[in-house]
């Protein structure tokens, strides 16, 4: 991964925490369960994962969506992704491993 190829990950995560009181561990684990159910664009947790990874190491983290985070800073949300990533990470979190027939294929699309 190069870049910021992290970033459309990193915004549809924020999105979903858009309305939420606090970025705290709960929402952590509502978050990494629910991407590793319904993963974004079809990528695998192993996948989501490394972007989560990539996104807490680059050197400034940027989103699409910043006033709607009601003054979350960037320590904030950089620590919130490494937990979201932990939880995609840890085997206790009742995701399934990466591979075919997983339920992890991502949504079907229309055509």
Same mark, same amino acid.
């Given at each position: 991964?190069?870049? !910021? ?9 924020? *999105?979903?925490?858009? =309305?939420?009181?606090?970025? /705290? !561990?709960?929402?952590?684990? #509502? @978050? $990494? #369960? *629910?991407?590793?159910?319904? +993963? =974004?664009?079809?990528?695998? $947790? ?8 990539? $996104? @807490?190491?680059? +050197? #400034?983290?940027?989103? /699409? ?11 904030? &949300? %950089?620590? =919130?992704? %490494?937990? &979201? ?5 840890? $085997? ?5 491993? /990466?591979? +075919?027939?997983?339920?992890? /294929?991502? +949504?079907?699309?229309?055509?």
């Amino acid at each position: 991964m190069t870049g !910021d190829s992290w970033r459309g990950l990193v915004n549809g995560i924020l *999105y979903m925490v858009i =309305f939420s009181s606090g970025l /705290d !561990d709960i929402e952590a684990d #509502r @978050v $990494a #369960r *629910y991407i590793g159910e319904r +993963p =974004f664009g079809g990528m695998t $947790a192993g996948q989501q994962r490394e972007l989560l990874s990539a $996104a @807490v190491r680059a +050197p #400034r983290l940027a989103w /699409d969506i910043d006033g709607a985070l009601g003054g979350r800073g960037e320590d904030e &949300v %950089r620590g =919130f992704l %490494r937990k &979201v990533a932990e939880r995609l990470s840890s $085997a206790g979190s009742g995701l399934q491993p /990466d591979g +075919p027939g997983n339920g992890q /294929d991502g +949504p079907e699309v229309a055509s």
